[in-house]
């Protein structure tokens, strides 16, 4: 079963810093992977996912992540924290080939300090 | 893009007591789901809601705890029976319109007493 670790449930940044979550996947074989905001008391948004092709993945937000193969990760990264970056980031898995069954990450919340 | 809608977002509710969750989404969508969200933990997908059928279940969840209705194309609804504190959690429903990208509810924060 496809399975995901997010290291660190909690993350705190300067205003301007770099933002970097990290995500590793576990899978057998090359899966699709998403990155999810959550904003208090709203839903899940998708920020950016890696299903085919280029291996580094830009989203909306400025935010963007890297498949690593080799390193079984998908990290998300900004060079520069806002205020408004401050939510909690699911990362999120599923096999290759679309409607697959999605498994999410426990979630970092991410702290922007100013 | 798809836009959810959940009712009630909040309630409190009593031990025993059965409450009904509903789930609106702004157009025709493939599929729908129900998860529940807890503190510190992941989201839990509780089942997939089929149109015109019976939802199908993940590991651990059971329709006479969990009763899921899918009239159409559009909307859903998610019952918690039988409530007891440790259903206290946050209900999200989602939906897909195509093969990758889910979209979400602002979700059903539910208080059991």
């Known amino acids: 079963a496809q399975s995901v670790t997010q290291l660190g449930s909690h993350v705190s940044v300067s205003e301007g810093a770099l933002v970097l979550l990290r995500c590793n996947y576990s899978?057998?074989?090359?899966?699709?992977l998403f990155w999810y905001v959550q904003y208090p008391n709203q839903g899940l948004q998708l920020l950016l996912k890696y299903t085919t092709g280029a291996t580094l993945v830009k989203g909306i937000n400025g935010f963007e992540a890297e498949f690593k193969k080799s390193e079984t990760s998908f990290h998300l990264t900004k060079p520069s924290a806002h205020m408004s970056d401050a939510a909690e980031y699911f990362c999120a898995v599923s096999d290759a080939g679309g409607y697959q069954k999605v498994t999410f990450g426990t979630g970092t919340k991410l702290q922007v300090i100013p | 893009s798809a836009v959810i809608s959940q009712k009630p977002s909040r309630d409190i509710c009593q031990r025993g007591t059965s409450l009904t969750i509903q789930c609106q989404v702004d157009?025709?969508?493939?599929?729908m789901f129900w998860y529940r969200q807890q503190p510190g933990q992941s989201l839990t997908l509780i089942a997939t809601a089929n149109q015109g059928s019976e939802a199908t279940y993940e590991s651990g969840f059971v329709i006479d705890k969990f009763p899921i209705s899918r009239p159409n194309l559009t909307f859903s609804t998610l019952t918690v029976s039988n409530m007891s504190p440790e259903d206290s959690s946050i209900y999200l429903c989602?939906?897909?319109?195509?093969?990758?990208?889910?979209?979400f509810g602002p979700g059903t924060r539910l208080t059991v007493t």
């Open positions: 899978s057998s074989v090359p899966p699709y």
């Open positions: 157009s025709q969508v493939t599929m």
């Open positions: 989602s939906a897909r319109d195509g093969p990758y990208e889910q979209y």
